[in-house]
Structures are given as structure tokens and as C-alpha cells.
């Protein structure tokens, strides 16, 4: 059984930095492209970022967030930088088996989420 478990998430001021991480067990973690995604309340699911052996990263993110990956830690990290109250949302992290892509369907796999709120 595949497990991602997400981990990072907080309270931050505008301007500030934080990283989240997600941690995945249950299969080996270089078979899957990773990807974070971002659901504030009363909106979609929207992409953020995803990295297999190529990185793609939504307009939102560009500029401003890094995602990155240790298959030795079988982990994906997310660095987000300058943070506005606009990316205030539950972050998700996913993996999928096969090529790598921007929407929430295609993704096998999903762990449960972490807060973060962007508020002065």
C-alpha cells in the first residue's frame, strides 16, 4: 500500500519562506513523478508543481516555489518563497506511476494534506 504523508504546513507572514515536505513508503519512490497541488476553501484543486525527470510548475508558482526530490529519502519537497495571503490553501502532494502531468486526475496516488496560511 502506497503512503504519502505530508509535512511542513503553518501560520506564516506574508514574505516569509517555507518548505513542505512528503514522504512516500510503499513502493519505490523513483518509479513515480511527484507533484504538489493546492485546494483553497470554495476553489479547485490547482497545480503547483511536479517533477519526474523534467519539472513543470503552474503559473502560480513560478518564480516563487521550487520543488525538488531525494529518491534516497524517498521524499519530494516543495520551497516556497515571498508568500502571499493568496497562497493560503491545504497542500497536497501526489504520485503517479506513469509520465507526468498538471491535472488532479491524473495522479494514483495522494496523502492527506497540510495547512498553510499566509496571514499578517
Known amino acids: 500500500q502506497v503512503q504519502l504523508v505530508e509535512s511542513g504546513g503553518g501560520l506564516v507572514q506574508p514574505g516569509d519562506s517555507l518548505t513542505l515536505s512528503c514522504e512516500v513508503s510503499?513502493?519505490?519512490?523513483?518509479?513515480?513523478?511527484m507533484g504538489w497541488f493546492r485546494q483553497a476553501p470554495g476553489k479547485e484543486r490547482e497545480f503547483v508543481a511536479a517533477?519526474?525527470?523534467?519539472?513543470l510548475y503552474g503559473d502560480s508558482a513560478k518564480g516563487r516555489f521550487t520543488i525538488s526530490r531525494d529518491n534516497a529519502k524517498s521524499t519530494v519537497y516543495l520551497r516556497m518563497n515571498t508568500l502571499k495571503p493568496e497562497d493560503t490553501a491545504v497542500y497536497f502532494c501526489?504520485?503517479?506511476?506513469?509520465?507526468?502531468?498538471?491535472?488532479?486526475?491524473?495522479?494514483?496516488?495522494w496523502g492527506q494534506g497540510t495547512q498553510v496560511t499566509v496571514s499578517s
Open positions: 501526489a504520485a503517479r506511476l506513469l509520465g507526468i502531468g498538471v491535472r488532479p486526475a491524473g495522479y494514483d496516488y
Open positions: 510503499g513502493r519505490p519512490f523513483r518509479s513515480y513523478a
Open positions: 517533477i519526474r525527470n523534467s519539472i
